[in-house]
């Protein structure tokens, strides 16, 4: 992988960490109005978002160090995530609809929480070790891009929680907000797609 690659394969995960936090806020804002701002409430949903982190890191970490086609598979979880975002008015007034339906109480919190929150937050995790393996290649270079990727993973959520809430959800409401952070998503699958195509590589290279 040339440095350029490299340099686009920051952008791409430097913008999952910035959509990352976006979701991050608007959907939880968007969850307390169905289930309530309390204080259990809250803590499931950033529950649900940091348990997915995990579970996605870990489940596809063999996949990710194994695979031959690690930027499709990448692509494919951007596009996934992407879509979701897009999907995410339709799919939380399914829930509020459910929920209207059900007792009240933290165990049926938790449980649809948990299964609008963990898919997506799942797919998010995921990107975290193919990005590493396709990043750190090469012997000796382990603890300078495992900082990079840090850096610019900590550097996207920043920015992303800024936008989210200065920008995004003053100008354009949650439901936009996701939206765009979703065509965000989309264009990042987009680029990691042509850099799989042999011909548009060398047209990058040159």
Known sequence: MTQLHRGLLLLVFGLSGATALIYEVVWSRLLQTIFGSTLYSTSTIFAAFLLGFSFGAFLLRNV??????????LAL????IGL????????????????MQLPSNALIT??????????????FGAIWPFVNSLYISEPGTVGTRTASLYAISSLGSALGAFASGFILVPVFGFRVSSAIAGVVNIAAAILLLLLTNPARRQQIDA
């Open 64 to 73: 990710a160090d194994t695979t031959t086609k690690p930027l499709r598979h």
């Open 77 to 80: 979880i951007e596009l996934s």
């Open 84 to 99: 979701y975002g897009l999907s995410i008015a339709r799919i939380f007034h399914a829930v509020n609809s459910i929920y």
């Open 110 to 123: 938790l449980l649809l929480s948990f299964a609008v929150l963990l898919p997506p937050t799942i797919l």
